[in-house]
């Protein structure tokens, strides 16, 4: 059985400041997919890695990928109130099964 | 273009009644997952369909769940009879083998509460 695991679990901070989000798995994944889900709607993507070694980055957001395709991290830089929601991770087999981590609940303060 | 449309958004029934959720992938997808999540174990996996065929439904509760695909545009996941325990946000989402069948797109959910 495939597991991912995140960390932290929940993190609140203020307005400005940095952080970082790991998803890591002892299993090799030929993807890996980071979601935001906010209160009363569903997982919405926010990237997709599929390289060992991959940074990806969208505005405030850099994701990568590890070299050896187990683990990843979202860094988020000034943080903001509308960054707060529940980020989850995904490995993906290719195979259509995905491993959802449990999550990371963040919140920030303005 | 459309997302995945589920429905209801909202549904409240007291124990022992049939449930029926509804799901429209988006178009041109060919796999459809339907996803169940609570607070205490998170985002699980239920069934999911490769061109309306059912691969791995070892997610499935017990009999009461069943889900189905009849075409390419219309899913049914169906609790009967309902539990309390059977409380949760349920999710449908659809990928495309061609996009990358990894990337999930999901629907608004559904939030049953069973009485």
């Known amino acids: 059985t495939q597991l991912l695991e995140q960390s932290p679990q929940f993190l609140s901070i203020q307005e400005g400041e940095n952080l970082t989000v790991y998803c890591n798995s002892s299993s090799v994944f030929s993807s890996l997919q980071w979601y935001r889900q906010e209160p009363g709607e569903g997982p919405v993507l926010l990237v997709t890695?599929?390289?060992?070694?991959e940074v990806k980055k969208l505005k405030r957001l850099t994701f990568q990928f590890g070299d050896a395709r187990k683990d990843s991290s979202l860094h988020i830089t000034a943080a903001q109130p509308g960054d707060t929601g529940l980020y989850l991770c995904?490995?993906?087999?290719?195979?259509?099964?995905?491993?959802f981590g449990d999550g990371t609940t963040l919140t920030v303060k303005p | 273009d459309a997302g995945v449309i589920q429905s209801p958004r909202h549904e409240v029934t007291e124990m022992g009644q049939e449930v029926t959720l509804r799901c429209k992938p988006i178009s041109g997808h060919d796999y459809l997952f339907w996803y169940r999540q609570t607070m205490m174990r998170g985002l699980e996996l239920l069934i999911y369909?490769?061109?309306?065929?059912?691969?791995?439904d070892s997610g499935m509760p017990e009999d009461r769940f069943s889900a189905k695909m009849p075409n390419a545009s219309f899913s049914t996941l169906k609790i009967q009879p309902s539990e309390p325990r059977d409380s949760a946000v349920y999710f449908c989402?659809?990928?495309?083998?061609?996009?990358?069948?990894?990337?999930?797109?999901f629907g608004p959910g559904t939030r049953l509460t069973v009485l």
């Open positions: 890695v599929v390289t060992g070694g």
């Open positions: 369909f490769n061109n309306n065929v059912p691969i791995d």
């Open positions: 989402a659809s990928s495309s083998r061609l996009a990358g069948v990894d990337t999930q797109y």
């Open positions: 995904a490995g993906g087999t290719n195979a259509g099964k995905s491993t």
